[in-house]
Nanobody, 127 residues
Framework: QVQLVESGGGSVQTGGSLRLSCAAS????????MGWFRQAPGKEREAVVV????????YYDDSVRGRFTISQENAKNTVSLQMNNLKPEDTAMYYC????????????????????WGQGTQVTVSS
């Protein structure tokens, strides 16, 4: 059974930083496709960043490029998201996701289909 557990959310002021982590069990992050998504109240869920862990290829949404950084720790089977210079518009529930079979590099990207999802962690940025 695949489980993705997010942690690290919280409340910060504009310009602050947070680091989210996604611990996977029943699923190896090695050579796979994983991502972070977010959903704000009244809005659709959107892809923030996706990583193909086999090569370290990363795909960022324009809204976070240069401020957010995704990383992988294979030994801990964990993917993390470092978020700097946070803005009020970053306020949302953040979800970790993984593809069912993410071993094909060319199928990994912001618009890929993800089968496994975590429960989410709330990020709130105040002005």
């Amino acid at each position: 059974q695949v489980q993705l557990v997010e942690s690290g959310g919280g409340s910060v002021q504009t310009g602050g930083s947070l680091r989210l982590s996604c611990a996977a069990s029943g699923y190896s992050i090695s050579s796979n496709c994983m991502g972070w998504f977010r959903q704000a109240p009244g809005k659709e869920r959107e892809a923030v960043v996706v990583i193909y862990t086999g090569k370290g290829d990363t795909y960022y949404d324009d809204s976070v490029r240069g401020r957010f950084t995704i990383s992988q720790e294979n030994a801990k089977n964990t993917v993390s998201l470092q978020m700097n210079n946070l803005k009020p518009e970053d306020t949302a529930m953040y979800y970790c996701a993984a593809r069912r079979d993410g071993s094909i590099r060319s199928f990994c990207g912001l618009h890929a289909a993800f089968a496994y999802w975590g429960q989410g962690t709330q990020v709130t940025v105040s002005s």
